[in-house]
């Protein structure tokens, strides 16, 4: 892989994150669940409307990641009240990682991971955490091996199916 760099999402770019995120989504998602759900979900979740109020929320963080030159995943970070559950502490919620398949295994993941520890890190929080769905192995594997170890559940709705997500974090001291 070439260099990676990861930086903030423009308000401008909204439309360019709104079509990242559905294309990753599908990629990472379309196996295991059912077209209509997958496609309520994706049209429901990044319209543009919806990403662009995500995006101008004080306590909502996007990040690109690109290797030479070519936008290769995406990083959504949430703090304060934008996070999915009240974890006690100083938390930081790492709602999205998603590398575009065309750059799977080239250590995009683990990039936008580490810089999501770092900003975390420099936020003073105590814990980072994220959710992650049951049926996922290689994520959850992925998430075990960077130190994060489970410790809850909840729910997640993909359409009309309600699925389940273990609760993951790792504490940063």
């Known amino acids: 892989m070439g260099n990676c760099t990861i930086r903030p999402v423009d308000s401008s770019e909204?439309?360019?994150?709104?079509?990242?995120?559905?294309?990753?989504?599908?990629?990472?998602?379309?196996?295991?669940?059912?077209p209509d759900d997958l496609v309520s979900y994706v049209e429901r979740a990044f319209a543009i409307e919806r990403m662009a109020t995500?995006?101008?929320?004080?306590?909502?963080?996007?990040?690109?990641?690109?290797v030479e030159g070519e936008l290769a995943g995406y990083l959504k970070?949430?703090?304060?009240?934008?996070?999915?559950?009240?974890?006690?502490?100083?938390?930081?919620?790492?709602?999205?990682?998603?590398?575009?398949?065309?750059?799977?295994?080239?250590?995009v993941g683990?990039?936008?991971?580490?810089?999501?520890?770092?900003?975390?890190?420099?936020?003073?929080?105590?814990?980072?955490w994220l959710g992650v769905w049951e049926n996922n192995a290689q994520?959850?594997?992925?998430?075990?091996?960077q130190g994060f170890v489970p410790f809850g559940k909840h729910d997640f709705t993909l359409g009309t199916d309600v699925q389940t997500d273990i609760l993951m974090r790792r504490a940063l001291r």
Request: hydrophobic share 40%; charged share 30%; proline share 2%.
């Open 14 to 34: 909204v439309e360019t994150l709104a079509e990242l995120g559905r294309r990753t989504f599908v990629a990472a998602f379309a196996s295991g669940n059912a």
């Open 54 to 66: 995500e995006l101008a929320a004080p306590d909502c963080h996007f990040f690109f990641a690109e």
């Open 77 to 107: 970070i949430n703090t304060g009240d934008a996070q999915t559950e009240q974890i006690d502490g100083e938390t930081l919620e790492v709602e999205r990682i998603y590398v575009d398949p065309r750059q799977q295994g080239g250590g």
């Open 110 to 128: 683990k990039a936008l991971l580490d810089f999501a520890l770092e900003e975390a890190r420099r936020r003073e929080c105590g814990t980072v």
């Open 139 to 145: 994520a959850i594997a992925f998430y075990e091996r």
